[in-house]
């Protein structure tokens, strides 16, 4: 990553002022970051894919639950309350 005073702008102290990227090295410093990051990417396994893919479908079974939980205790509720219409 390069910082803010080789690239030539304001370094923190405010002291060296000096001329500011114009935009099409702007716009290829940022996608040699994105490429810079997605080389750091590592795929999982099939494995790890599988296992990560199984907590997330029981987190959302669970939670799924839960607000249906929720949902038919409020109805009871607010049928206790409100009465049921007719």
Known sequence: MVDDASRGELATNGAVAAKKM???????LFFRQVFAELRKVVTPTRKELIKFTAV????????MALVFGLDTLFLAMANIVFGVPS
């Open 22 to 28: 114009n935009v099409f090295a702007r716009i290829a």
């Open 56 to 63: 997330v479908l029981g987190f959302v079974v669970v939670m």
